[in-house]
């Protein structure tokens, strides 16, 4: 068979294992080394020391597996790009698009599976490596080589029908395909003279068109930052329990009807119905089975009860000083100490009494700095 048919036949084996859209391209070393090396150089990949290792391999995916020389891209929707907004009332009101439902590693990677046991199974000559997410690979750009979409001026890959809220994946194969044409030559037809991503981010995480810097990035700190908040990102979380969509909501492209998304993305109708403030008092028992197969684990129990704590601080709903009162009591020192941070935000003469009790008996040095520095706020 020849390249350009074969390449026809593995993009409907990727459509018939359920993927929305799947592009070919080259495997090449990558064109956008420069602004990668800029973006290490500048620190804006924050706390991500993952991004600036295994850089050999992120700039020419070649070396992840001897002989590939093409690459399967595949696009997945999470998000119906038309759909609005269904506000629950609980925390999932709180968290990004992406990780209402089912984590998409496990979703795509069964899929990628799949597909390449397909493959091997036609073309028993051939080696495959499939990514999800996790591996050294600029998926945007080898997915835009291969016209799955172009880069928006948010530096979310984007497509004239579907929008941006799709997830990517890709297969290495030491196969000979002919790609497909890149995706990237329209960048400029499809953001034009917009910016509205670049206003509307509100802590000015998109400095320029196509950089994002994850210390202003809300998404970063609540999903990847480990640890205690630093002062200064607990206020630009604002209500982000975990990722955070502004830059794509306020996206026109996500305004076109586009591909329907996998029912395992929906919205958890268990994590549905918890508050921010029984995230809080959640158990580690009561968590394993409540998260078991969402996205939400990367933040691991303290970190999402740290930011549930931040957020309570920062909207000032109904009930916040009781729920973070209770979290003055946790067995966790940070989400103590985040809780404390939060009373200090909503003032009040009740928020300063719990935060003197809670002084009294607090053993961790840490926690009691963030009591003593709420109390002098207040
Ligand atoms: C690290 C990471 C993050 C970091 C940093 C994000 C970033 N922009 O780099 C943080 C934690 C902030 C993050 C957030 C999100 N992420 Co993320 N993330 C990644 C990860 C693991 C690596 C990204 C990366 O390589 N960054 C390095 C920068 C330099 O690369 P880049 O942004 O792709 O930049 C390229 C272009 O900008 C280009 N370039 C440079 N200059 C120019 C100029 C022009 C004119 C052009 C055209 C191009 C161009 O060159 C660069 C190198 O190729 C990828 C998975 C993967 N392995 O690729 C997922 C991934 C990018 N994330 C994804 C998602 C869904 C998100 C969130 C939407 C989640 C959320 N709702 O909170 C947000 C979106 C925030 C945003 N606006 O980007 C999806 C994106 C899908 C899509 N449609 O684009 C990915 C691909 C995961 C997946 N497998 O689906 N993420
Ligand atoms: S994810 Fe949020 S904080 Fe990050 S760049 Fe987009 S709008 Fe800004
Ligand atoms: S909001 Fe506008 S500038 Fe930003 S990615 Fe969408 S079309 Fe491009």
């Known amino acids: 068979m020849d390249s350009g048919r074969t390449a026809t036949l593995l993009k409907s084996w990727a459509v018939e294992e359920g993927f929305d859209r799947a592009g070919v391209a080259r495997l090449v070393p990558s064109e956008h080394a420069e602004p990668f090396r800029d973006w290490i150089g500048r620190g804006d990949h924050a706390g991500m020391g993952y991004m600036a290792g295994r850089e050999a391999e992120r700039l020419d995916p070649t070396r992840l597996l001897e002989r590939a020389s093409s ?23 709180h968290v990004a698009r992406y990780a209402r439902g089912r984590d998409y590693h496990d979703t795509m990677r069964r899929r990628l599976e799949r597909l390449a046991e397909r493959i091997h199974a036609e073309l028993p000559e051939v080696r495959t490596r499939a990514y999800v997410d996790t ?21 979310n890959l984007l497509h004239p029908e579907a929008g941006s809220w799709f997830f990517l994946g890709e297969v290495l194969l030491t196969l000979e395909l002919d790609p497909d044409e890149p995706a990237e030559t329209p960048v400029a037809e499809l953001c034009g003279s917009c910016s509205r991503c670049l206003e509307a981010c509100p802590t000015g995480a998109l400095p320029a068109p196509y950089r994002l810097d994850a210390n202003r990035c809300i998404s970063y700190w609540t999903i990847e930052h480990r640890g205690w908040l630093p002062v200064e990102a ?46 809080l008092e959640l158990d580690r028992d009561a968590y394993v089975e409540l998260f078991r197969g969402s996205p939400m684990k ?9 930011n549930a704590a931040v957020v309570l601080g920062n909207i000032a709903g109904p009930g916040a000083v009781s729920a973070l009162a209770r979290a003055l009591e946790s067995p966790v020192p940070m989400v103590r100490g985040h809780a404390a941070w939060s009373l200090g935000e ?33």
Not at 135 to 155: H, M, Y
Not at 243 to 252: F, K, L
Not at 298 to 306: D, M, S
Not at 347 to 362: C, I, K, N, V
């Open 234 to 279: 607990r206020g630009m979380v604002a209500d982000w329990l975990f990722g955070c969509d502004i830059c794509q909501e306020v996206c026109p492209l996500n305004d076109a009807p586009g591909p329907t998304a996998p029912a395992e993305f929906a919205p958890d109708s268990g994590r549905s119905s918890l508050s921010l403030g029984e995230l």
């Open 71 to 93: 690459v399967l891209c595949v696009a997945l929707q999470y998000h119906p790009p038309q759909a609005g907004e269904v506000r629950s009332g609980g925390m999932l009101d």
């Open 135 to 155: 591996g050294p690979v600029l998926e945007r750009e080898l997915a835009a080589r291969a016209g799955i979409g172009s880069f928006g001026k948010n530096t």
């Open 298 to 306: 990367r933040a691991k129990l303290e970190g999402l009860q740290r």
């Open 346 to 378: 909503l003032g009040g003469d009740r928020a300063e009494g719990l935060l003197s009790r809670a002084l009294e008996h607090e053993t961790d040095e840490r926690a009691r700095n963030e009591m003593e520095s709420a109390l002098a706020r207040l």
